[in-house]
């Protein structure tokens, strides 16, 4: 069973900044693309950024240029940094691993901005 821990949410107000952090495995870290995504309640669940083994990054249009993804290989963590943060970013937040099908999920973490 492979296991991702996320951590980092919380309470944030409209323009502040958060940093979530996912642990996983290290046989799984060093050999996958790592993924976030989020999801509000009633929406589908949203791809944000993904990043190779090798620091490519790919992030979704409603997230570039706030958020940030990165990987740390010594700490098998991937961390998605969240700056400018709106009411709208409001959701759960999963890391996600093994792509393409994603067969690995974190338990996500909450995070809310109030306007």
């Known amino acids: 069973q492979v296991q991702l821990v996320e951590s980092g949410g919380g309470l944030v107000q409209a323009g502040g900044s958060l940093r979530l952090s996912c642990a996983a495995p290290?046989?799984?870290?060093?050999?996958?693309?790592m993924a976030w995504y989020r999801q509000a309640p009633g929406q589908r669940r949203e791809l944000l950024a993904t990043?190779?083994?090798?620091?490519?990054?790919n992030y979704a249009d409603s997230v570039k240029g706030r958020f940030t993804i990165s990987r740390d290989a010594a700490r098998n963590t991937v961390y998605l940094q969240m700056n400018t943060l709106k009411p709208e970013d409001t959701a759960t937040y999963y890391c996600a691993t093994d792509a393409p099908e994603w067969k690995y999920w974190g338990q996500g973490t909450q995070v809310t901005v109030s306007s």
């Open positions: 990043i190779t083994t090798v620091g490519s990054t």
């Open positions: 290290g046989s799984i870290f060093s050999r996958n693309v």
